[in-house]
């Protein structure tokens, strides 16, 4: 008989946390789901129906220069020994976190609520943060230069009637 | 005997069940202009690959609807607007009706110019290419992309640059890119397309004057609501009465914190109220503000009928202010900023008060206000649902607004 696979789920804001558990029941019926929330979130909300546990994190808002509070978090995450990590949002940060956490999997919910899996290894990680960023920064300077040479005032645009 | 008049509905993004207000409008117009006896066709552009836009099963829905599908690749000035084009003049429509759409919609606009063509703008997505709001640090912004392009376009690069850097695109930032937004050339097309457009609807006065130098038949034509679907029932008679803010309240704009400021005046002589707000902060509030989270339609309608008074205090020129109708419909007085849609929807003193957005001392008087007098609670929520029922409910609104108006392009 197989494993029952154990999925942590990290809320972040900005996204219906209750439509994407009721997503990943359908997707993984079998699994035990477990919903990360933040410090003082209402455990007993319905939109947490979804989820088979329910973790808090130790603070409600975790910032880049908290070292020791980001690392009780991780220490957190590991803990859960989770078999697949999902992020709401496929950001830089969030994924270095998913591949701290030493899941097997890791996995990010698109924007039409697909999941589409991410590296786990933290340089793979960086290595696709770098990679995208320096695609990104080319692109940003070429538009940059056209946003800030060609200007529509120059154009010959006729007034209105 | 003539035939009937076909109309062909054009949306970029529309999905349903619905993701917005938009959404709903479109549905509800779709519906209402068919049963003026149009024939109409709904073409929705489909793309799985990225955010949801146009998810729809076109059998489910009550009207006839084809989703032209893309691969994200394709979702490109040179081939969205072809392929929907295509699409819309295989059906043979009198008149198009372009709803919902951002970067994209000019060219589809262009290579649908053959048709008698409405446009339809549910926010400023003409006016404020950076997030359609018109909204900078804590007030309405003084340009816009019509009148002051270049300012405009730097603004917009300066908030995608974030997405764009880091290829995180999202909804916006991805057309944005795709459609080159950034160049002068678009500007030209918006320009040639607006003027091009044999109607345009907007929904306020605010966006119809940025609009009325370019076109001459730009009309202000509000949402609607199924009031009959709300219930609207007296509330119940406790201790604390529930002041309630529905919407997006963690979006700045929305003005929760005016909400809050003028709640704390309140807390400091009364401790007879209770303000909720559908924030998914759980850890904000206290004793008498409390974040409720988000709910959906149904747990939107239980929420008006637990209230006793609606408050909605934006600081941005709400395009139209959904939820006043909404906590009218369910019969509850409704304080709110005198800006955008919502000066339109609130008549002052009668079925609520207005009060200037930012205003948090003024907003507490009203409050105070509503929170002594009982019976006046109770004749306002009355006048509002009655202002509802003639005003906002689809059955009314679409023969009295989109009856004449396409009557005037189709003809």
Known sequence: ?161 | MTARKRIAFVDLYFCWPPHGGADVDLYHVIRGVQDLDYDVHLFVSNCDETFERGTITPSELPFPATRVDFERREITPDVLPERIRDAVDAWKPDAVFLAHGFFLKPYVAKALAHHPTISRYYAYELTCPRDNRLFREGVTCPNSYLATPDVCRSCALDLMKGDIVHERLAPGSEEYVAARAYAPAYHRLVIETLRAFRAIVASNGFHKQQMDPFNDHVRVIPGGVDVASFPCEPPADKARKVILMTGRAEDPAKGMQTLYDAGERLAATRNDFEIRVTHSDYAIGNDWFKAIGWHGHEGIMRLYQESDICVFPPLWQEPFGLVAVEAMASGRPVCASRVGGLQDIVVDGETGFLFDSGDAAGLAERLAQLLDAPELRRRMGAAGRERAEAEYDWTRLIPKHYGPLLEEVTR
């Open chain 1, 1 to 161: 008989m197989s494993e029952q696979r154990h999925i942590g789920v990290f809320h972040s804001k900005g996204r219906n946390f209750a439509e994407v558990l009721r997503r990943l029941r359908e997707q993984e019926p079998e699994a035990r789901i477990c919903a990360i929330v933040p410090y003082g979130y209402p455990v007993g909300r319905e939109e947490l129906a979804h989820a088979d546990e329910v973790v808090e994190t130790e603070k409600a808002q975790y910032s880049i220069r908290d070292v020791a509070g980001l690392c009780g978090l991780v220490t957190q995450l590991r803990g859960a020994r989770f078999d697949r990590f999902v992020i709401l949002f496929d950001s830089p940060r969030l994924r270095i976190l998913s591949a701290l956490s030493r899941a097997r999997q890791c996995a990010h919910i698109a924007l039409d609520g697909r999941l589409v899996s991410i590296r786990p290894s933290i340089a793979g990680t960086i290595a696709d943060i770098v990679l995208r960023h320096i695609r990104g920064r080319m692109l940003y300077a070429w538009i940059w230069i056209i946003v800030h040479t060609r200007r529509v005032g120059r154009s010959r645009l006729k007034p209105g009637p």
